[in-house]
């Protein structure tokens, strides 16, 4: 962190930056702990010019207004500059926390809303996520997460054109995997171990969402993708909200797609064999 943005924090705030501790995890910009005077402390995220922080800012003031999830308190935001609460954690969840986290994220997908979407487009790390309002969760997942993100896959380089083909397919069969839910709910839309926060046998901090309302399915999915969560989670979050089996037989591996093509954008072709290997239990 450079000493002319250590001055406009002070000025911010006015209080005096004692310690900079860098933080790992920052995908959009460089993200650093910062102690003043006063013995508070905060989390800077800064150093971003082609993503606006203000962004992120807005789905964390957003959660807090809406929802009884941990998530920290936007203290300034403006385009390359967001400093939040400090939250004093780790990651690594327990059968407690599994089972903590099912009852928050159960509780945040009775928060419903009229629309598929969002009154604004988001991110989904780096990455733009488009939210136009849509009646219909297929016809929105189909045109804003599946094709979508296929699209910015392809685009990056990454996404074979042989599976993109595939994938629009899939998006014309999607009446035959997926079901309309009975309303949207908002969901965090980027809930994986490393931005769930613990201390102590709790819950203490959820970070980085990506947020819309959607499918609760479309979050249980992502949840399952890389093992992140276990039964305890499920036997938590079904106490308050039933999950159809036919979720993990089929539509799971459907919804998996848009954060396998996310990974495939970012990370490269280390991805494109999951994308493959989904497509091939499809059938498609």
């Keep these: 962190m450079d000493k002319r943005l250590q001055e406009h924090i002070r000025q911010i705030l006015d209080k005096n930056i004692t310690h900079i501790q860098r933080l790992s995890g920052g995908m959009i910009s460089e993200v650093a702990r910062l102690e003043f005077d006063n013995n508070q402390a905060l989390v800077a995220k800064y150093g971003s010019d082609s993503h606006d922080l203000t962004i992120e800012a807005y789905m964390l003031n957003y959660l807090k207004n809406k929802s009884n999830l941990p998530v920290p308190a936007v203290i300034h935001a403006e385009p390359t500059l967001l400093l939040m609460d400090y939250v004093d954690a780790s990651t690594g969840l327990n059968a407690t926390t599994q089972a903590q986290l099912g009852k928050l994220l159960a509780e945040l997908h009775q928060i419903s809303g009229t629309h598929y979407g969002l009154e604004r487009d988001t991110l989904i790390g780096p990455i733009h996520q488009p939210n136009p309002q849509s009646d219909s969760w ?147």
């Design 138 to 284: 297929i016809k929105f997942f189909r045109q804003n997460r599946l094709l979508y993100m296929a699209d910015v896959a392809l685009k990056s380089g990454y996404l074979p054109k042989s599976l993109y083909e595939r994938i629009q397919t899939l998006a014309t069969q999607l009446d035959q995997f997926l079901i309309e839910p009975d309303n949207p709910v908002l969901i965090h839309g980027d809930m994986w171990t490393t931005n769930i926060l613990v201390r102590n046998n709790n819950v203490v901090g959820i970070i980085d969402p990506a947020l819309y309302y959607a499918h609760n399915e479309m979050e249980l999915a992502y949840m399952t993708l890389f093992g992140s969560v276990s039964q305890d989670f499920f036997n938590s979050y079904t106490a308050i909200q039933a999950v159809d089996s036919e979720f993990f037989k089929i539509r799971r591996h459907v919804y998996n797609l848009y954060p396998l093509l996310v990974h495939v954008t970012i990370f490269d072709t280390r991805y494109t064999s999951h994308v493959q290997s989904t497509l091939n239990q499809l059938r498609i």
